[in-house]
């Protein structure tokens, strides 16, 4: 072979890789052998696959940012295919267990006590934006979790800029811990919500989950920007929850917003604490 069958680049004979795009000199036709034994060695190589980067986050997560941070990239599987992964199937069982066969309707008895036409058709209206919200969480969780990373990474950046990471790190090691907690949310807390549906149990479950999240969140931090004193955990734990209640009051804000957008919508706060 003279030249990279990827990029062109011209090789000698002793070239194992191309010297420009790293690509294996020697290359050869594809078979379903290669296909499965590619595959499994995706997932499962000791060095860069998936599930061993998954072993260190739940092991070791401030480490492995740490690390890839300081260069070790070829290490561990890639940070963004993992975020795409993980969000695709933290909406995939959202969507499964999560889901209602109960429509949001307007109710007849609200719609016989409102006394004009125009406030009978924004009521309808409203009820339909509360449908198209609730049907917008279960099938584009994913959106909001590509949100709810720069929010938080925003947080950690303000309160510890000065152990020198810049935005985007923050940003890179808040997607790991995040994604890895949404992979939880996805394997234990949507089956369990499917069960748990319709009883008081259901928003014990969803607070439980949300005060491991912080405290996974806040572990990854101090691992990450190595945080030793009590001082610095405790305010990496009070970030880590700030950060998570703020997001979820923003999250409902944006929400209240578009659905009493012809109405007041301070109601829907009124309600959501039952005042």
Not at 11 to 23: G, V
Not at 63 to 76: L, S
Not at 176 to 182: A, D, K, Q
């Amino acid at each position: 072979m003279e030249h990279c069958l990827n990029c062109g680049q011209e090789l000698t004979a002793e070239d194992r890789f191309c010297p420009k795009c790293a690509q294996k000199a020697h290359t050869h036709r594809l078979t379903l052998a290669h296909f499965f034994h590619e595959f499994f060695h995706a997932f499962t190589h000791t060095d860069k696959g998936i599930l061993h980067l998954l072993k260190a986050l739940a092991l070791r997560p401030g480490t492995v940012a740490r690390e890839y941070m300081a260069g070790k990239r070829k290490k561990y599987f890639n940070p963004f295919t993992f975020f795409l992964i993980i969000m695709g199937i933290f909406v995939f069982t959202g969507t499964v267990f999560r889901k209602s066969d109960i429509a949001v309707r307007p109710d007849e008895q609200v719609l016989r006590r409102i006394p004009s036409e125009e406030g009978r058709n924004q009521y309808v209206a409203t009820m339909q934006r509360v449908e198209n919200v609730r049907n917008f969480t279960n099938k584009h969780g994913n959106v909001i979790a590509m949100v709810a990373i720069p929010f938080l990474s925003l947080l950690t950046w303000l309160f510890f800029r000065r152990k020198g990471y810049n935005y985007a790190e923050h940003l890179t090691a808040n997607m790991l811990f995040i994604t890895f907690s949404n992979l939880l949310f996805a394997l234990l807390v949507f089956p369990l919500a499917g069960i748990l549906k319709g009883t008081a149990g259901l928003g014990i479950l969803y607070l439980a989950a949300f005060v491991v999240q912080a405290l996974y969140l806040s572990w990854g931090l101090n691992g990450f920007l190595l945080l030793n004193t009590a001082g610095e955990r405790m305010r990496s734990l009070a970030v880590s929850f700030s950060g998570i209640i703020l997001w979820v009051l923003f999250s409902q804000l944006v929400f209240a917003v578009y659905i009493y957008q012809n109405l007041n919508f301070p109601q829907y706060f009124t309600r959501m604490f039952g005042q």
